[in-house]
């Protein structure tokens, strides 16, 4: 299947970047959707932003112009810059990788997350 392996984040002040990656193992990495999500205490899973396998990206609103996805397929890897960060950012974020089936997703696969802190 794919393993997926978030990096990057940890403690950042309220203004600041920071950039996350996703290493994904797997043979298949062209055929996926992959996405970042990111979840707080007492708040849902909720979406960040995604990106297919021709590079098209999308974004939640409350990080659109800030966020900004990439992949690079000979890596295997997907990105997620991060800039002006708030305070409302810290969450734990999550990679996720789906491919599309006949009738439903045929994989969907997720890391264990890696924390973003935005405090001074």
């Known amino acids: 299947q794919v393993q997926l392996v978030e990096s990057g984040g940890g403690l950042v002040q309220p203004g600041g970047s920071t950039q996350l990656t996703c290493a994904a193992s797997t043979n298949d990495f062209s055929l996926y959707l992959m996405g970042w999500y990111r979840q707080s205490p007492g708040n849902e899973r909720e979406l960040v932003a995604t990106i297919t396998n021709r590079g098209t990206a999308n974004y939640a609103d409350s990080v659109k112009g800030r966020f900004t996805i990439s992949r690079e397929g000979d890596k295997n890897t997907v990105y997620l810059q991060m800039n002006s960060l708030t305070a409302e950012d810290t969450a734990i974020y999550y990679c996720?990788?789906?491919?599309?089936?006949?009738?439903?997703?045929?994989?969907?696969?997720w890391g264990q997350g890696t924390p973003v802190t935005v405090s001074s």
């Open positions: 996720n990788a789906k491919q599309g089936g006949m009738v439903t997703w045929v994989l969907d696969a």
